[in-house]
């Protein structure tokens, strides 16, 4: 126990930093593999390298953080392992930006003096978020930290796809992918973020071969029409019949091309007519393949034309559509232009527009390996929390398209692949290659492209653990316990995880996923640096202090929804450590002669006493409930109310007599004992939520054992707990304290002073409450100022002339006389009457005239009757009280 007392203002920075520095050196969030010990463990969503601490991080981390420092003081073996991601496309941009500023690119560099510059950013900048989290209080396993490119990831990352294309189920296809001109690189479908935007239907006319006839073609990216092979109906439209297998002549390029049927096309849409463009449109692609078209790539990796678009060639491809709708006009061909609101990909990165484009990618066929994965939901072996992702997660695998895993990129896990110019035979392999096994060649090219970022952090719950190698760690940490994540990764990460955890990991990756929501602003808009509405973390904390900003962003949410940033609740929150802080500083000044060895006998403990006990156990019991169902805020919510509402608004104030008393010295311990005992508890129920502010003042106060955060969580005790609770003590309790708070109003309703006492008399509805009172009415007299106490036998007639108040069981009753000055409380009552009248003669003579009513607003009109309203309805309430006080 440190000195005796904590300073008077409540200042986080001055402990924080210090609180945190003390954990990690007496590595006290280390784990030891101990297969006697229960293990409970947790891998955090590994941040971008390059990242800094946002909202969301925050959110995620606190949530993470809670159920590991929880389930540590409960006795579990924990382990929170940490680590970032190499994040390829976010680093690489970066890194880029910082090599045009010097007026160079990293062609200029080449590949191998490009990556030591993106690993110098690495070690300048990623440490950055990794400091941040420790500011932020989280509890994570420092000496395990991870890095998906470190030397064990990327074993591990060789060996899936080694063993993935050896079963086949990687291969190297040429497809349409979704490419971002802006990234110079093919995503997978799940990072196209799909938007309505409104733009145009352009409808054009394609000429029939030798024939005064046209086909009119609706599309809504004209400057792909360069690349179309064919025009598409459907078999069963009465309107082109007679045209289906005739040849279309194609506008501006005046090259031939088929108009077929196909069952694809919607006849509703546009003129029922499409053009197909197969090296363009996923779907054009598919009828492509049916119908052996040819693919004219016209858009290049870059968003330009392409020597495919004739004279466009090198134009921006938004650039090349004004001119070509401008030639299209020119000649004839453009029929008409039509507004239409349609979805749009964009990059879910740099959000510039996708260009669906065709391209030789690897892929990972997904069949066989997402039926597993959502099997493990679906039979509970996993669990969502909220179970509604469970939904959305299943169809998601029900439905899924073969996943394209290589990036145009240079950062990143380079892709295991290559290619003998010899034999022209390509070798995957786990170690490097530089001798052909089939022709003995020695001119071998590794692939250029890297593994999609998710491809390497799908395997992060094993692969941190040590796999492939049957480590310790894996034996006993694998599978890991639970997953925090926000709703917006189950596709790029919680699915993955689960199909490469079954598949390599022979487990599940977690037994339960708790599904987070995201943090928007006041205004309940999502948070972005194009808005300019994100609120950093690290200025929170700098302002009002970890504990504060983990606790606001706990509290008032529920799993699975959104929440709002609102400063006052920042401020809200700020306060009730204040609180806390404030009533710890009184025990510890109330702590001279404090006998850590008394334990009172059960005749020393009062019924103020009885009750604070049963309600700590009540919220103990309650806190862990909620706790194992994962409803964090509300566990939050009741630590809060208990605090607040119970012990420091009423216990502290209840036991103030005894402390204060130093001749009796065994009520007086006893008020030590409790009050000691309760805090005590009391902060170890709170350090999951707020661990500086509970380990300063817990060390401060009677206590034992190193830390706060390895002492023993207080609802592991049940039996202990069931003992203290007694809902007939509370009850009693609760009765004493609506009374107190019911002569507090009466008092304040006659403007009684403060420090006057006044006669309290109480009939009883409920007779077992007499003893009660009568053993009680200290409480009464010390805290509603209610001298003397007089309990009505009876049947007895109640008292005239006086205010009267009812809880349940008790009616109260304060005479007025002697406890007001009846002539003063009249002068004052006439005051406020005559300014009454005046105003509401003075609303009485505008609402009467008829030229306000006629040029004022409604608005202004029903404000000043709302206001004249007010007004006489206080008039009446001072009339009834002058006649009250007259009748005194």
């Known amino acids: 126990m440190e000195e005796n007392n904590i300073p008077k203002v409540y200042d986080p920075k001055s402990f924080e930093k210090k609180w945190y520095g003390f954990w990690e050196e007496n590595k006290l969030f280390h784990a030891v593999v101990d297969e006697e010990k229960q293990p409970y463990s947790i891998v955090i969503p590994p941040p971008n390298v390059t990242g800094q601490l946002h909202m969301g991080h925050a959110l995620d981390n606190t949530l993470q953080d809670i159920l590991i420092r929880w389930r540590r003081m409960q006795g579990y073996n924990t382990l929170w392992m940490p680590g970032c991601d190499h994040a390829g496309i976010a680093t690489q941009a970066k890194v880029e930006g910082a090599l045009r500023e010097e007026g160079t690119n990293r062609y200029e560099l080449g590949r191998e003096k490009f990556l030591e510059r993106v690993w110098q950013w690495k070690e300048k900048f990623g440490s950055r978020i990794m400091s941040q989290l420790r500011s932020l209080g989280s509890s994570l396993d420092w000496d395990r930290e991870r890095f998906t490119m470190d030397e064990g990831c990327s074993r591990a990352v060789r060996e899936v796809f080694v063993s993935l294309y050896e079963k086949g189920l990687i291969y190297q296809g040429t497809r349409i992918t979704n490419w971002c001109p802006d990234c110079n ?65 194609l506008p501006v390029v005046n090259r031939e091309i088929p108009l077929f049927a196909d069952e694809y096309v919607d006849s509703a849409f546009g003129t029922g007519a499409v053009k197909v463009t197969p090296a363009h449109d996923p779907n054009d692609y598919e009828m492509g393949l049916r119908h052996n078209l040819e693919q004219i790539k016209v858009i290049s990796n870059t968003g330009k034309m392409t020597e495919g678009a004739g004279k466009y060639e090198g134009m921006d491809r938004y650039e090349c559509r004004k001119a070509l709708v401008k030639e299209l006009q020119e000649i004839g061909a453009l029929v008409s232009i039509e507004d239409h609101e349609h979805a749009v990909g964009h990059c879910s990165r740099c959000h510039s527009t996708i260009e669906p484009m065709i391209s030789t990618q690897w892929f990972v066929k997904m069949e066989s390996l997402a039926k597993p994965a959502a099997e493990a939901v679906k039979n ?159 200025e929170v904390i700098d302002q009002y202090g970890a504990d504060t900003l983990r606790f606001m962003l706990i509290t008032g949410n529920t799993p699975g929804n959104d929440m709002r940033f609102i400063n006052d609740r920042v401020v809200a929150t700020r306060n ?101 005992y309760v805090l005590e508890r009391t902060l170890r129920l709170l350090h999951p939520f707020m661990p500086f502010i509970t380990e300063e003042i817990w060390q401060h106060i009677p206590h034992d054992g190193i830390s706060i955060m390895v002492a023993e969580w207080p609802g592991n005790d049940e039996a202990g707990l069931a003992k203290l609770v007694n809902d007939g003590d509370e009850a009693a309790m609760t009765a004493i304290m609506e009374s107190i708070k019911t002569i507090r109003a009466l008092r304040l309703e006659v403007n009684a002073a403060p420090g006057k006492k006044s006669e309290v008399i109480l009939n009883f509805t409920d007779e077992r409450l007499r003893e009660v009172f009568a053993a009680n009415e200290g409480y009464l007299t010390v805290l509603a100022a209610a001298e003397p106490v007089t309990m009505l036998p009876a049947g007895a007639e109640k008292p005239e002339n006086a205010m009267t108040g009812v809880v349940n069981g008790v009616e109260i009753y304060l005479p007025l006389k002697g406890l007001i000055d009846v002539e003063k409380e009249t002068a004052r009552l006439n005051k406020e009457m005559a300014t009454l009248d005046k105003e509401i003669s003075r609303l009485e003579k505008k609402l009467g005239n008829q030229g306000f009513l006629a040029k004022a607003p409604a608005e202004v009109v029903a404000g000043e009757q709302e206001k004249l309203k007010g007004y006489q309805e206080k008039q009446n309430a001072v009339k009834e009280r002058l006649a009250y006080l007259q009748n005194i």
Not at 209 to 234: I, L, Q, W
Not at 479 to 499: C, E, K, N, Q
Not at 517 to 527: A, N, P, S, T, Y
Request: hydrophobic content about 40%.
């Open 185 to 249: 690189t093919a995503i997978s479908d799940i990072e196209v973020e799909h938007e309505t935007e409104a733009g145009h239907l352009w409808h054009i006319r394609y000429q029939v071969k030798g024939e005064d006839k046209y086909v009119e073609v609706a599309t809504t990216r004209p400057e792909t029409m360069f690349g179309d092979t064919g025009v598409a109906v459907n078999p069963a439209d009465e309107r082109y019949t007679d045209l289906v297998g005739k040849t279309l002549i």
């Open 380 to 538: 509970g072996d996993i669990k969502f929390v909220p179970e509604r992702f469970t939904k959305i997660y299943c169809n998601w695998l029900d439905n899924i398209r073969d996943w394209c895993i290589s990036r145009q990129l240079w950062w990143g896990h380079r892709i295991p692949a290559w290619y003998c110019d010899d034999c022209g035979e390509t070798i995957v392999s786990r170690t490097d290659v530089d001798v052909c096994p089939k022709c003995g060649g020695r001119h071998l090219r590794q692939d250029e492209d890297v593994l999609d970022t998710w491809f390497s952090s799908g395997l992060w719950p094993f692969e941190t653990m040590g796999w492939p190698d049957e480590t310790p760690e894996l034996k006993q940490f694998y599978p890991t316990s639970t997953l925090v994540t926000g709703y917006d990764i189950i596709f790029f990460w919680v699915a993955r995880m689960v199909m490469m955890g079954l598949e390599f990991g022979k487990d599940i990756p977690f037994k339960t996923v708790y599904i987070h929501g995201l943090v928007r602003d006041e205004q309940g808009r999502k948070m972005s640096k194009s808005l300019g509405n994100g609120i950093d973390p690290v």
């Open 576 to 676: 009730f450590a204040n609180k806390l802080w404030n009533a710890s500083r009184f025990m510890l000044m109330n702590l001279e002669g404090f006998d850590k060895g008394f334990v009172p006998e059960e005749g020393d403990y009062t019924l103020a006493d009885k009750w604070i006990l049963s309600r700590f156990a009540k919220t103990a019991q309650g806190v862990t409930a909620n706790l194992e169902k994962f409803e964090l805020g509300e566990a939050g919510r009741l630590i809060y109310e208990f605090i607040w509402n119970e012990f420091c608004d009423w216990y502290i104030e209840l036991a103030k007599a005894r402390l204060y008393d130093k001749e009796n010295i065994r009520p007086r311990q006893t008020a030590q004992y409790v009050l000691g």
